[in-house]
T-cell receptor
Framework: GNSVTQMEGPVTLSEEAFLTINCTYT??????LFWYVQYPGEGLQLLLK?????DKGSNKGFEATYRKETTSFHLEKGSVQVSDSAVYFC?????????FGRGTSLIVHP | DAMVIQNPRYQVTQFGKPVTLSCSQT?????MYWYQQKSSQAPKLLFH???????NEADTPDNFQSRRPNTSFCFLDIRSPGLGDAAMYLC?????????????FGPGTRLLVL
């Protein structure tokens, strides 16, 4: 079956540091890949997505590239801000329902 | 703005007292989902509707029921809440089912069981 593995958190960074959150997946077929973000006390919201191999999703300075050869979709940002503190979920699109990773908490200090 | 709305945002109930959570959407999406999310965990799918077609996850307890009276509304009924049911409940929608579909989440209802 489908599965998503994310690096464990929390990830703690200083403002303006470089961010990488690793995500690898196992899937049959050709699913889309997603990153969702959850701010404290809120629901999840889509951050970015990629629908096929070698696609790059990007939004708000975050990027992730769909790498079929390494079955990965790592999230990166060149310079994080305090306002990026949240929980980030990697997800894989399924035929009916998506599969979510466990989430990675990011804490950014001023 | 088109959106997913959940009411109430916070719900306190007593052990064993039935409770209903509601979700509405203005996106006119075909699929609606209910997730349970406990602290520091991924959302766990309870069930979903494709239009009126109800799909229950195999490990969803019988204590949890759902209704979708029309396209816009979906309800989660917890018949006899236990302490272990305290969690954030997230409603989500998607335009259709399939590997490319984005999910749109509501803000969640935090349930406390006393």
């Amino acid at each position: 079956g489908n599965s998503v593995t994310q690096m464990e958190g929390p990830v703690t960074l200083s403002e303006e540091a470089f961010l990488t959150i690793n995500c690898t997946y196992t899937a049959t077929g050709y699913p889309s890949l997603f990153w969702y973000v959850q701010y404290p006390g809120e629901g999840l919201q889509l951050l970015l997505k990629a629908t096929k191999a070698d696609d790059k999703g990007s939004n708000k300075g975050f990027e992730a590239t769909y790498r079929k050869e390494t079955t990965s979709f790592h999230l990166e940002k060149g310079s994080v801000q305090v306002s990026d503190s949240a929980v980030y979920f990697c997800a894989l699109g399924g035929s009916y329902i998506p599969t979510f990773g466990r989430g990675t908490s990011l804490i950014v200090h001023p | 703005d088109a959106m997913v709305i959940q009411n109430p945002r916070y719900q306190v109930t007593q052990f064993g007292k039935p409770v209903t959570l509601s979700c509405s959407q203005t996106l006119n999406h075909n699929v609606m989902y209910w997730y349970q999310q406990k602290s520091s965990q991924a959302p766990k799918l309870l069930f979903h509707y494709y239009d009126k077609d109800f799909n229950n996850e195999a490990d969803t307890p019988d204590n949890f029921q759902s209704r979708r009276p029309n396209t816009s509304f979906c309800f989660l009924d917890i018949r006899s809440p236990g302490l272990g049911d305290a969690a954030m409940y997230l409603c989500a929608t998607s335009r259709d089912a399939g590997v490319r579909e984005t999910q749109y989440f509501g803000p969640g209802t935090r349930l406390l069981v006393l």
